[in-house]
């Protein structure tokens, strides 16, 4: 009974604010039915969308799609670039590649200043400027969550930066408490930093009294709660943790509830208080049911069964142990599925692979059935051609000795000539080598920027907390200069640490201009085509300041690592996205009405083999000279601009790994080039 009171004394806020939220769900139905334009209609669609985000995700998502829709078709860039970081935000935990990509081209939006030209219904006080801003500090915010999820930390906590300087710039404190808690939680979850970790949370808390949005505040709480915790501070982490789990409920934010009421069973558990971790395990699992969570309707389960295990409680413990495994196990079904149809497919490849060495077999036996009878043939009749010759082979055996005589005198001719000729071969293919080199040098120094950054910022701070060491040990403060000590011994390992990178890309750049060593290694085929994409792209805007193109990549993250020489293979995949951005931009300059040039990219594995495909929207390639383009110095570039070795060196290199390049093409709607290598 006691436990049933206190579960109704801290859930009933959920229940209580039902009410008013179906009340504004209703409303904004109302407004969309009586919608007098499209703009208000496209408003009323994004509100209902930013409504059922901490409620129902596919409602959302739902009512989003139509906002997005309307809001392309006004040309609203800023609106558009809004929802669409807010479905990528949404499928940042479930969906890698789409949320990648959704928020890639939100972020494209956002950094152009030309969509502040047309800018609807702006806040007060707000300008078009500072409106693109904030919406690029949100959208580097959800950058930082999908590569928290995908577990590259130094994305993470550069895209994070970017969101806190941002935030500062336009004095938005939603967004300077979004970087400062998710800050905080990296540094507490994953760098194990608590004094930091600390450090930011209190300072997100502190935008809290200025925040439009109470919705965040919880979970800063909910990590300000875990800190004191591990801190073994339990009565300041009980505080953090009730005064958020309050808050959230108050603005029905189930999501937070559900965290921080697991965040609280877990607190009673350690304190040994199983009663107490009972009640909040299961505030936890109404709140995810309501909330249709899974995965925290699993891990409810799991507290639920730990605290009854604390209590003795065998069979309750059991059997909410079953109901954990049972949720995991089901959440886990799609991935098996996954790997059972793979097994299927292989199976079917493997038999398909049979029936084509039977086929293979039989036709060799035919063949040589067919050899041997030509062979019976040829025999034949070189036997009377040697009967006829016979009487000839006197006069021509004279004829040889002259002969002889004669390739004698020109042998040195011809040995001279060879070793021209491969001296010019050697002297084209480094040229054609050097080309692709010219190409990187660009890109390369745009990538080495970004280290060299790091090092100059992190040797700023540095020098600022020099001075405050200095003012430290002056004051005799030396807690304070012990810790300033430590923060500047931490950005000198970035500084290091950046300064190790920059070398990297140097040693790369120096590694692409030696000869191949032939050697083959592991390597990862995605991030190998990722690199050389960016070197290329940037590489040509150095070049050509008013060239650009959209580049859409398709990456297979089951590939996983391949044997191949990643110098070579790298220079196929430059050669090819060189060619891509050329016959792209030359198709825009010809003019054509509402043309955007586009480059797919995609990567995918295919039973024993993975394919790389660009792709381009260019002219393609007629026809009549298809069969060429393979050929040693063909080309259909203007003259100078082109050796015409690109595609041949290409095909050489893929053969040479055991891997065939094949083009499809459509004359007037593009070219799509297939790099096939095999995965042993």
């Not at 929802?83 to 928020?103: E, F, K, S, V």
């Not at 690592?561 to 110098?567: C, D, G, K, L, V």
């Not at 196929?572 to 198709?587: G, M, P, Q, R």
């Amino acid at each position: 009974m006691k436990q049933f009171i206190i579960f109704l004394l801290l859930f009933l806020p959920v229940f209580a604010e039902a009410q008013p939220q179906q009340n504004k769900s209703d409303s904004l139905r109302l407004a969309l039915r009586n919608a007098a334009n499209d703009t208000i209609r496209m408003d009323a669609y994004g509100q209902l969308g930013y409504y059922y985000q901490l409620i129902n995700t596919d409602s959302s998502q739902f009512y989003l799609a139509k906002s997005l829709s309307i809001a392309r078709r006004l040309k609203l860039k800023i609106y558009e670039a809004g929802i669409l970081h807010r479905q990528g935000n949404m499928l940042a935990a479930t969906n890698y590649p789409q949320a990648l990509q959704l928020l890639l081209q939100a972020l494209k939006i956002a950094d152009d200043p030309a969509s502040e030209k047309n800018v609807w219904n702006l806040p007060v006080g707000s300008t078009p400027h500072t409106q693109r801003l904030n919406l690029l500090g949100y959208n580097h915010y959800n950058l930082a969550r999908l590569y928290s999820n995908t577990g590259d930390m130094e994305k993470q906590i550069s895209s994070l930066l970017q969101t806190k300087r941002l935030a500062e710039s336009v004095h938005n404190p939603d967004l300077n408490l979004l970087a400062n808690f998710t800050l905080g939680d990296v540094y507490f979850s994953k760098l194990n930093k608590l004094d930091s970790a600390l450090y930011f949370e209190q300072r997100a808390l502190s935008f809290y009294s200025k925040s439009a949005d109470k919705t965040l505040v919880g979970w800063a709480f909910n990590i300000l709660g875990k800190i004191y915790q591990k801190k073994g501070n339990f009565d300041l982490s009980k505080d953090a943790l009730q005064k958020g789990l309050k808050l959230m409920q108050e603005q029905n934010n189930r999501a937070a509830v559900g965290a921080l009421s697991l965040s609280l069973s877990s607190l009673y558990k350690t304190i040994t208080k199983p009663d107490s971790s009972l009640v909040y395990a299961n505030i936890a699992l109404e709140t995810y049911k309501l909330y249709n969570d899974q995965r925290g309707i699993a891990n409810a389960y799991s507290s639920i069964s730990s605290a009854y295990g604390e209590q003795k409680r065998n069979d309750s413990a059991f059997a909410y142990l079953k109901l954990a495994t049972a949720l995991h196990d089901s959440l886990n079904n799609v991935e098996r599925k996954n790997l059972l149809a793979y097994q299927n497919a292989s199976f079917d490849e493997q038999m398909r692979i049979k029936n084509l060495e039977d086929e293979k077999i039989q036709i060799r036996t035919k063949i040589r059935t067919y050899a041997m009878l030509a062979g019976i043939a040829v025999f034949m009749a070189i036997a009377f051609l040697l009967y006829r010759n016979n009487r000839h082979r006197k006069k021509a055996n004279e004829l040889l000795q002259k002969q002889k005589e004669e390739i004698a005198q020109q042998k040195n001719n011809v040995e001279q000539t060879l070793i021209e000729l491969k001296t010019t071969q050697t002297q084209l293919i480094q040229s054609e080598k050097m080309a692709s080199l010219g190409e990187l040098t660009a890109g390369i120094a745009h990538e080495i920027q970004n280290p060299l950054n790091f090092v100059n910022n992190f040797s700023e701070v540095n020098t600022e907390l020099l001075d405050e060491l200095k003012t430290e040990l002056a004051t005799g403060n030396m807690q304070q200069a012990i810790e300033l000590t430590n923060d500047i011994k931490d950005n000198e390992e970035k500084i290091n640490h950046h300064g190790k990178r920059a070398d990297a890309i140097v040693k790369g750049m120096l590694q692409h201009s030696r000869s191949s060593s032939a050697v083959k290694e592991p390597t990862d085929i995605n991030a190998l085509t990722d690199e050389y994409i960016r070197l290329c792209y940037h590489g040509l805007r150095a070049k050509d300041k008013s060239f650009s193109a959209t580049i859409k990549t398709d990456f297979d993250a089951s590939i996983g690592s391949i044997n191949i020489i990643p110098q070579d293979i790298g220079r196929v995949i430059l050669n090819l996205l060189t060619n891509a951005f050329y016959v792209v931009d030359e198709k825009k300059k010809s003019g054509i009405a509402g043309y955007e040039p586009t480059v797919l990219i995609s990567t995918k594995k295919a039973s024993s083999k993975v394919e790389i495909k660009v792709t381009d929207n260019g002219n393609g390639i007629p026809q009549k000279v298809l069969d060429k383009i393979f050929q040693p110095f063909f080309t259909t570039k203007p003259t100078g601009q082109g050796t015409g070795l690109g595609l041949s060196l290409s095909y050489d290199i893929v053969k040479a790994h055991g891997g065939e390049l094949k083009v499809e093409t459509k004359e007037g709607e593009g070219v799509t080039f297939i790099i096939q290598l095999p995965i042993n």
